[in-house]
């Protein structure tokens, strides 16, 4: 099993900065991913962005240019540097982790097939 635990979410004005980070513990593959995905209030969830161990990256189109993810392989955890955040930004961002089995449903949006996930963190962004 893979534990998740996100750490980094909050209020900030339009045109600001926020960096979140996931940690994960447990049966860890050295073959994987982990990104961020987010749901807005009566909207699906839908990817952030993405990124491999190898260093594969995969970002929504709203993001590009403004979030970057990364990660250190060796303490397990995938960050995700936030700026210029927009009202539209606003959600719970979540983190989650995929094996061989479901990384490929990972980095096309696929949530439905991954089952593994944090506890989720809130980012608003004010106007």
């Known amino acids: 099993q893979v534990q998740l635990v996100e750490s980094g979410g909050g209020l900030v004005q339009a045109g600001g900065s926020l960096r979140l980070s996931c940690a994960a513990s447990g049966s860890i593959f050295s073959d994987n991913a982990m990104g961020w995905y987010r749901q807005a209030p009566e909207k699906q969830r839908e990817l952030v962005a993405a990124?491999?161990?190898?260093?594969?990256?995969k970002y929504a189109d709203s993001v590009k240019g403004r979030f970057t993810i990364s990660r250190d392989n060796a303490k397990n955890t995938v960050y995700l540097q936030m700026n210029s955040l927009k009202p539209e930004d606003t959600a719970v961002y979540y983190c989650?982790?995929?094996?061989?089995?479901?990384?490929?449903?990972?980095?096309?949006?696929?949530?439905?097939?991954?089952?593994?996930w944090g506890q989720g963190t809130l980012v608003t962004v004010s106007s």
């Open positions: 989650t982790y995929g094996t061989i089995a479901t990384m490929a449903y990972l980095l096309e949006g696929e949530y439905d097939y991954l089952d593994i």
């Open positions: 990124i491999t161990t190898s260093g594969r990256t």
